[in-house]
């Protein structure tokens, strides 16, 4: 329970700070109502799945809108997590960007983008001119097409391949290498890679790290993986951070988040 609490007087703090007024109070009272469950289960998933309705969050200097009942209608069918969760883990906790400086990123490639919550951050945060999404799940592309629509993202400026990220190129799948030569760029500013362990046969072949510039990643078990493919990161040249999902710095073992980057001087 104490761990429950922490996270509640961690969270909430972060989130109210970039909520419009309007959402701010929502949330409040959200969170307020919803405590036996959140001390219970120890996640603000039961605040969260009261919370409706546009929400702007003020994030890095830009506002992102966020259409969340709309987006949660068009995922009902498929019992997926709560939108405002992902509201809270990508824009209040910074969970992808949190150690780094403001920092500009002309081609952002986003692999496990879900409903595009990475979107909006490439476009008005970090002011990239292209954007490449990797996400096989179908289900997304009504939640997608709301999220880019409330931001003035057009599907040109968005791209979205409905793949798996891989070391090959076939019907089903992308590699890194073949999503860039199909949006013409030679170099990736910043990659997002969160997709569900299948991060370690990516990365084991990975010839095109070399220009990548700035790489944040989710990484899941087993901890022996994790540890060799921190070896791999820092062999590529870059100056490697791990943390747990509190950001408590850990080893590449333990940890629940890589940050990586060939420009040190971002790192806060």
Known sequence: MFAAIV????????????????????????????????LKDRTLRAADLKM?????????????????RPIDAALARFNDSPT???VREMYANDCY???FRDFKAETVVDLGANRSFFAPIAFKA????????????????????LLLDANGISAAQATTFRKYASSKDCD???????????????????????IEGAEYPLFSDAPWLSRV?????????????????????????FALRCTD?????????????????RQPELFR
């Open 126 to 145: 970090l002011e990239a001119k292209r954007y490449a999404g990797v996400e096989p799940l179908a289900q997304y592309d009504e939640a997608t097409r």
């Open 245 to 261: 999902s509190r950001r408590n710095s850990v080893t590449a073992s333990a940890a629940d988040y890589f940050f990586g980057t």
């Open 172 to 194: 089903s799948e992308i590699s890194v290498l073949g999503l860039m030569s199909a949006i013409g760029a030679t170099h990736i500013d910043l990659l997002k890679v969160d």
């Open 97 to 99: 960007l949190w150690p």
């Open 7 to 38: 996270d509640f007087a961690t969270e909430v703090p972060r989130l109210l700070a970039g909520l419009d007024g309007s959402s701010a109070g929502r949330y409040l009272g959200a969170a307020l109502t919803s405590l036996p469950a959140i």
């Open 52 to 68: 409706g309705g546009e929400v702007h969050y003020r994030y890095r200097g830009a506002t992102i809108h966020i259409p969340v």
């Open 213 to 237: 510039t700035t790489i944040v990643l989710e990484v899941h078990p087993p901890g022996d993986a994790k540890a060799r493919l921190a070896t791999v990161l820092e062999s590529a040249g």
């Open 84 to 86: 405002f969760t992902g």
